[in-house]
């Protein structure tokens, strides 16, 4: 594929609370931050783009209308450049930068490719679509509840509470290493508020006082949702099921934040033409989706590797937003990784989970670690609600 990543970069994840420190900022205006750091960083002019691709799960009130056009506009960028919001829920910002990758590749040009979600000041489900609110959409489509189906992977491959906690833990502590030891610094940009204030310059989201007796005397968090009707539904889907095994709670699951990124892509051609120095090729990138169960990304995983000839082994790094503990264990026993090569920083579930920004975080993530340990492929993976699920394989250039 001709389309190379020029550069990337995040804003900290705040916690999604009245009280988080990105709080009092705009989704426009954190949106724009990123979309502006880039372009100092990268040396681009905006109005020789091809385009901006937006990943934005809930588009309504301050998200709404249009967001990432509306960021772009905000940041003092051409009004000739268009712009686009997509929704792939969790993997929306990984949809944006693989879209984004086949329009450079296709015209050869350059596209940033971003993502922004402010849970804090836009709620998960607060659009209220069919999917969630509507009974009889809900039935006729088959969805589940998307807790309810991460205990139903659980009780399908038989991960005990145990094992997720101790996945759980693992994260955590990796996320508090990595996070002390400043990995995560050079994609970060510092938030301002409205008055030019720096309000955020590090991730919020880390807790560094995460210990395994903590994680166990959590309550599990799905419990009343299957007790209201759930798990009978679950039950008429796969009646071969017996007692379902709620073994999620708030320490194992991906804790929700606000959070904006953005990264260019452009064809070889135009590199030469614009004076751009990449960081890494794309190899390809692929989107599946599994019905019900949130494990669309081994069959995303295994569409890409195909289709680049590449296999689990030659992976250096995989940086999978670690959803639910059980989803994410299913992912790695699944297709046989080893956790020396996963998540090595930790992942969703220690850092916070963004929804539409999320992609474009782990793609900044990643391109720092293949650099840092000078390893030459990586693959970026995202699987959501409904199934749907997106990865990306980019290849190191600095090796």
């Known amino acids: 594929m001709d389309a190379y990543l020029v550069d990337a970069v995040r804003s900290p994840r705040g916690v999604a609370k009245p009280t988080g420190a990105l709080a009092g900022v705009k989704p ?4 724009a931050q990123t979309l502006t750091a880039l372009q100092e960083r990268a040396g681009f002019e905006p109005e020789r783009l091809d385009d901006l691709i937006v990943g934005c799960v809930t588009q309504s009130g301050d998200q ?19 712009g686009m919001t997509l929704n792939r ?21 350059a596209v940033v490719a971003g993502g922004v979600e402010m849970m804090s000041r836009v ?13 009889d959409v809900a039935k006729r489509t088959n969805f589940v509840h998307i807790g309810l189906s991460a205990d139903l992977v659980a009780t399908q491959h038989g991960f005990s509470r145990e094992q997720c906690d ?19 610094s050079r994609a970060l940009t510092p938030i301002k508020n409205a008055e030019g204030a720096i309000v955020l310059e590090a991730d919020e989201t880390v807790r560094s006082d995460v210990t395994r007796e903590k994680l166990a005397a959590r309550d599990a ?3 009343e949702v299957g007790a209201k009707g759930g798990d009978d539904r679950l039950r008429a889907l796969f009646p071969q099921l017996g007692e379902i095994s709620h073994v999620h709670h708030v320490g194992n699951s991906p804790q929700m934040a606000d959070g904006a990124a953005a990264a260019l892509v452009a064809s070889e051609k135009a590199l030469k033409s614009l004076g ?5 090729r794309i190899l390809g990138w692929s989107e599946a989706c599994t019905a019900i169960t949130q494990t669309g990304a081994v069959e995303a995983t295994r569409k890409c590797l195909d289709r680049t000839g590449l296999r689990i082994e030659d992976i250096d790094l995989f940086e999978v937003r670690d959803s639910f503990a059980a989803v994410t264990l299913h992912y790695i026993h699944t297709l046989g990784i080893p956790l020396e090569r996963f998540n090595v920083n930790g992942s969703s579930i ?36 409904a199934g749907v699920a997106a990865v990306m394989l980019v290849e190191n250039l600095a090796v």
């Open 28 to 31: 426009v205006y954190l949106l």
């Open 64 to 82: 709404g209308a249009n967001v990432g056009k509306t960021a772009a506009l905000y940041a003092g960028w051409s009004p000739n450049l268009s």
């Open 89 to 109: 829920f969790c993997a929306s910002g990984l949809s944006a930068v693989n879209l984004a990758a086949a329009q450079a590749a296709a015209n050869d040009g």
């Open 123 to 135: 709620p998960m489900f607060g659009d209220n679509g069919a999917l969630f609110t509507d009974k």
């Open 166 to 184: 101790d996945y759980a833990f693992l994260s955590h502590s990796r996320a508090a290493a990595a996070k002390a030891d400043g990995r995560f």
């Open 221 to 223: 968090a799905f419990i």
């Open 276 to 280: 751009l120095k990449p960081r890494a």
């Open 350 to 385: 220690a850092l916070g989970h963004p929804m539409g920004a999320t992609g474009v975080m782990l793609v900044s993530t990643l391109l720092d670690e293949l650099e840092r340990r000078r390893g030459r492929y990586g693959l970026v993976g995202i699987a959501g609600a």
